[in-house]
């Protein structure tokens, strides 16, 4: 049994989620993994690990899953709001339910993570939450319109909510990852989207590791509490758009 305080992991299952839960794990933290492969997590063979198949878009699924891993291993100390979605797509002959999902997931999956731990943040007067946008949350994509309103949004909730939560020394994290070789590319199901999206990452040189984030997001939290990384933007070097 760690001494360390527990951390959550939404997206855990992959990519990362999974970096990010193996890096805090690596530390010495016990982690909350949720996700809906719960093999995947389960196969990761973490220590003080609890593993909880949710869907965020579910928000009593989140704050159950909370709730039994505090009793476990007392109060989370950082939240990753990481799991997402991206149906990159030319808008014009995108399905509209594929916005529903994204904006489901990416956006109000995001708020019902940060809910799930928020108030007990506040009481205890410490806690780090981190808000996983993107590049595309900066700057928009002709062919990526609706998974950057998700991000958009998440940058905006997260400005909003580092500034709400500055008065309980709650520390708000946004991070913003340019291209990270992980399984995000599995849900575009537009060809010609997908297509010109891979050669781009060809002209770049290829991705980055998603360790490189979960690492750089571990060095953020290991700061004291009272300094705050505010946001994270990493990308490829040769990533200029
Ligand atoms: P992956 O596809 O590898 O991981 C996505 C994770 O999100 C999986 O663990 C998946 O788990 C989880 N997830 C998806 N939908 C849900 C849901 N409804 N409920 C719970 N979990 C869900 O891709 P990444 O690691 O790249 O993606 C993680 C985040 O990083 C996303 O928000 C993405 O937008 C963002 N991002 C990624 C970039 C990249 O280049 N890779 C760049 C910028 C941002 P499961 O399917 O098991 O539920």
Redesign the pocket.
């Known amino acids: 049994m760690t001494d360390k305080p527990l951390v959550a992991v ?10 990010t839960a193996r890096a805090f794990s690596a530390a010495g933290h016990p982690v909350l993994m ?5 093999d ?2 389960v196969a990761m063979d973490l220590p003080d690990t609890m593993i909880r198949e ?5 928000r009593d699924a989140i704050a159950a899953a909370v709730t039994d891993a505090e009793n476990e291993y007392g109060p989370t100390d950082m939240m990753f709001a ?5 149906r990159l797509a030319d808008i014009g002959r995108q399905d509209p339910a594929e916005w529903d ?1 994204m904006i ?3 956006a109000k ?2 708020m019902n993570t940060a809910h799930a731990v928020m108030a007990g943040m506040m009481e205890r007067r410490r806690g780090t939450l981190v808000m ?6 900066r700057k928009v994509y002709p062919d990526h319109t609706v ?1 950057c309103g ?2 958009f949004f998440v940058h905006a909730i997260s400005e909003s909510l580092r500034e709400y939560l500055s008065a309980y020394d709650v520390r708000v994290l946004v ?13 575009v199901t537009d060809a010609e989207t997908l297509a010109a999206y891979k050669a781009n990452k060809v002209k770049m040189g290829g ?1 980055i590791g ?1 360790d490189i ?1 979960g690492d750089l997001i571990l060095n953020a939290y290991n700061l004291p509490q009272n300094a705050l990384v505010q946001e994270i933007c990493l990308t490829p070097t040769r990533q200029t758009y």
């Open positions: 939404t997206g855990a299952s992959s990519g990362i989620g999974e970096a949720m996700a809906r492969r719960v995947r997590m949710v869907d965020v878009r579910d990481n799991a997402g979605i991206a999902e489901d997931i990416n999956g995001v996983m946008s993107s590049i595309a949350g998974y998700t991000k991070v913003s990852p340019g291209v990270i070789e992980t399984e995000v590319l599995s849900a991705g998603a984030v």
